[in-house]
Nanobody
Framework: QVQLVESGGGLVQAGGSLRLSCTAS????????MGWYRQAPGKQREFVAIISSGGITSHADSVKGRFTISRDNAKNTVYLQMNSLKPEDTAVYHC?????????WGQGTQVTVSS
């Protein structure tokens, strides 16, 4: 089992920045890809960014140039630096870990961007 705990969400004005963190614990050996997804009210969960254990990244088009995913393997933590935030970025942000094809999810952290 893998446990994921997110932190760093909050309320910010448009144009502001936040950094989300997600720390993995438990059976973390061989976790490969970790990522961030988000779910806005009334919408489906959508992909934001992923990063492999080797540091290869992919970002959704909607956040490219504004959000950056990074990872500290020694701390079992993945980060999401979010800059130039927009009201449409408001959502619950969930951390995800892929271990051997099994997906684990955190409870999520709320990000609210006011206009």
């Amino acid at each position: 089992q893998v446990q994921l705990v997110e932190s760093g969400g909050g309320l910010v004005q448009a144009g502001g920045s936040l950094r989300l963190s997600c720390t993995a614990s438990g059976s973390i050996f061989s976790i490969n890809v970790m990522g961030w997804y988000r779910q806005a009210p009334g919408k489906q969960r959508e992909f934001v960014a992923i990063i492999s254990s080797g540091g290869i990244t992919s970002h959704a088009d909607s956040v490219k140039g504004r959000f950056t995913i990074s990872r500290d393997n020694a701390k079992n933590t993945v980060y999401l630096q979010m800059n130039s935030l927009k009201p449409e970025d408001t959502a619950v942000y969930h951390c995800n870990a892929n271990k051997g094809g099994l997906l684990y999810w955190g409870q999520g952290t709320q990000v609210t961007v006011s206009s």
